[in-house]
């Protein structure tokens, strides 16, 4: 599809380049400008739900397709503006990659270089479709597998026994009541209760560093990794005292909403695991295993026996500084289902949070 239309002495050229394969819905502009009118300033208005577009594609798209541009359009016909993208695109809606174009030559584009744009709009559709398709897969994996797993699964870390032992801080977490408020809340308030409260919980193991790996049920299990053992547990602390203010807000927000409220159970502890894939040929979980995975868990399952929001193995307080053990408090010696020995979890000091 060709148009050609005329504003403040600019003749725009509008393209849509249909690549045959379904893929997200991009209008893309030359010059951040539409037909809609002006910007009240003899300046260019720029379209709603638009963004400029991530850096690695406009780098691929001006360096390349400016060039080309360069090598068969005139210099007046060229244009400096930076590409923008649509924001609210849905996923195969559309089929197609909409261009618009503009010169500040009075003449407008000339015959030639229609011809030139008819040509160079497919390739530019193509690169469009194959940066767009890169970063849904991006998405896609990182929202999945989360961040560090997505990004060594697209790296090619897809064989199955290969893992890496790692150090690492690990966080497990789960609602507390859960259990009593799935049979006593409505139906319809389960899911939104679980969104809510994972989205306090991940949003706070992110913002302190962390990685979610997995979800199960109410539960989370996340990693902090540093090349310091000690710098590792104070991001999981951090992510604890975020999740602490954040719950409160929420719970704040769903009691004045006369909605179902709770609270978060949490295990901290630190050591080796291995850390890849885990699975069948079939079915594969990039995950971490080991006996420390198997002790957090069972440390934040102590957390109903001795009424406490948050409990750390001795290995993690081990792992702080002296002035950070001083936040800790001992609540005693524990055999753990499932591990050989028993061993002394701590908390945090009620007067100090």
Known sequence: MI??????KLRRLAVAAFVGVPLAAFSLTACASSDGGDSGD???????????IRPE????????MRGMLADQLPEEYQNDDPFVVATDATIGEMDCVYSGWS????GGFSDECIAALRQLVPVLGLAIKSAALTNVAHTLVETYLGHDAGRRVLAGRTQRGVADRIEAALWFSDLRGYTTITDTA??????PLLNDYAEAVITAIHEAGGDVLKLIGDGTLALFRADDPAEACRHALLAEEILRARIKELNEKRR??????TSVYI???????????IGSVDRLDFTVVGPAVNETSRIASMCRSVDRPVLVSSAFAASLSARERAGLVSVGRFALRG???????????????
């Open 3 to 8: 148009r050609s239309t005329s504003r403040n």
């Open 186 to 191: 409505p139906p319809g308030e389960i899911i």
């Open 42 to 52: 003899g300046g260019e208005a720029t379209p709603s739900g638009v963004q400029a």
């Open 57 to 64: 594609v406009q780098e691929l798209l001006t360096e390349e």
């Open 339 to 353: 591990v050989g020995r028993a061993q002394e979890l701590f908390t945090l000091d009620p007067e100090l949070i």
């Open 256 to 261: 004045a909403e006369e909605r179902p409220i």
């Open 103 to 106: 010169t500040r030559n009075p």
């Open 267 to 277: 295990g901290l502890h630190v050591g080796a695991v291995f850390y890849g894939n």
